[in-house]
């Protein structure tokens, strides 16, 4: 997968836009941050429950790894695009839009 690729599966996310967040990439939905890249393109980010980070590294450990620190254990989960296909990103993107969603204010 590549940024253009992970990007166009953001953007098809209903209500979403890309935005710009520490001089990277974001993409947003009811105001909150549901995914980004990185600068150089190599690596993205959705934000997923901690319960369903475990389920998606569990099922795909090349693709998915947690963030640093208290963001890993939040559910912030990198994804590593080379590793990565269309299908699973989509389905991981979906449930980080969902709970960007579901997120009061």
């Given amino acids: 997968?590549?940024?253009?690729?992970?990007?166009r599966i953001a953007l098809r996310m209903t209500g979403a836009i890309e935005s710009a967040h520490m001089d990277h990439p974001d993409?947003?939905?009811?105001?909150?941050?549901?995914?980004?890249l990185t600068s150089d393109g190599k690596r993205g980010m959705v934000t997923l429950t901690p319960e369903q980070q475990t389920d998606m590294m569990r099922e795909h450990p090349a693709i998915f790894a947690p963030a640093a620190g208290a963001?890993?254990?939040?559910?912030?989960?990198?994804?590593?695009?080379?590793?990565?296909?269309d299908e699973t990103i989509g389905e991981a993107m979906t449930m980080a839009?969902?709970?960007?969603?579901?997120?009061k204010g």
């Fill in 1 to 7: 997968m590549t940024a253009k690729q992970f990007r």
């Fill in 27 to 36: 993409f947003r939905a009811n105001g909150r941050i549901f995914a980004t």
């Fill in 71 to 85: 963001w890993g254990r939040g559910g912030s989960t990198i994804v590593i695009l080379s590793a990565a296909d």
């Fill in 97 to 103: 839009w969902n709970r960007t969603l579901k997120r």
